[in-house]
């Protein structure tokens, strides 16, 4: 599985891309960011991160996409230009029929170090000794993108089988309501 | 002036095209809403904004984008989507080299109504009368997007000099500092 992390920013967006298979050897494949600066107007920003995107997906081809999935309770003067970055990351994905996995930064922190309050350090440092890198990814952001692409290889089996099991409960005919069942 | 006005949504995106010049009779050319399925999955809700939106681009060829600009101090429930469906909208535009204008719901609501805190019944009546409609356009998302059109056309000139008074700042040599004046 090939999955392009992607760490959504409108002054640094984070992209990893990770080959491998759950219990399997993981490979980076490659790992940046996009920049945008900070003085242009929003509009112009997406459309550079848009441009960015597009240019790892057409180099890189990943099966699925991994965004992390952006909170309102964050840091609010940061939150709307991460949720607006994320917007595009979706977009670009979805618009070429790839998947789209949605990661919390506590789920993907988990599944890298096995904490879900992991401070950056560990996280990077983690990502270089799975990935086998001599040192961790700098900036930070780029280490994200790279641990959100390895925390969807070692989640995608267990969301797989759960929206599974979703839609064949969809499928099934509705059990008898308590209340059928006992009324006369 | 052909503005685009775009009230931002996952659920409803508002969409309304008002042509017109300040302290001239204003015409509405279409009003609309692009709707998404609530179950459909965020990335493909994306898509089918973006989709709505370019239709509406190329239908009407306008020459400036008004979007609403999203506060993250609003409903936290409803803020992410607004913020995404608005990053598309200002995407769009900025794509095809349109102009991407910002209101804030106040100054909105203060350019048709002369509050900015009107009731959303008070926008709807004032968008009917400038625009001589039978009735408030439905839903109030889709009268939302043409209040944000009118309200552009008619803010349009006095941000125009905000922002050559704000260039010709720019350009301007920087005035002696205080300490420079001041050191031995």
Request: one cysteine or more.
């Amino acid at each position: 599985m090939r999955v392009l992390g992607v760490d959504p920013g409108l002054t640094r967006c984070g992209l990893g891309v990770v080959e491998g298979l759950p219990g399997r050897r993981l490979r980076m494949a490659d790992v940046g960011v996009v920049r945008t600066p900070a003085d242009a107007e929003v509009a112009e920003r997406l459309v550079l991160v848009e441009r960015g995107i597009e240019e790892w997906l057409d180099a890189h081809r990943p099966e699925v996409v991994a965004v992390e999935r952006v909170f309102s309770q964050h840091n609010v003067r940061t939150v709307m230009g991460t949720a607006q970055a994320s917007a595009v990351a979706m977009l670009c994905a979805a618009r070429r029929g790839l998947p789209v996995a949605l990661h919390t930064p506590s789920e993907v922190k988990a599944a890298v170090t096995g904490s879900g309050r992991a401070e950056k350090a560990q996280v990077g440092a983690m990502v270089a000794r799975l990935l086998r890198l001599d040192a961790p990814p700098r900036p930070a952001d780029a280490a994200d993108a790279l641990a959100l692409a390895i925390c969807h290889i070692w989640r995608a089996p267990a969301q797989s089988r759960l929206q599974q099991a979703w839609a064949a409960a969809r499928r099934a005919p509705a059990a008898p309501s308590p209340k059928g069942t006992t009324s006369s």
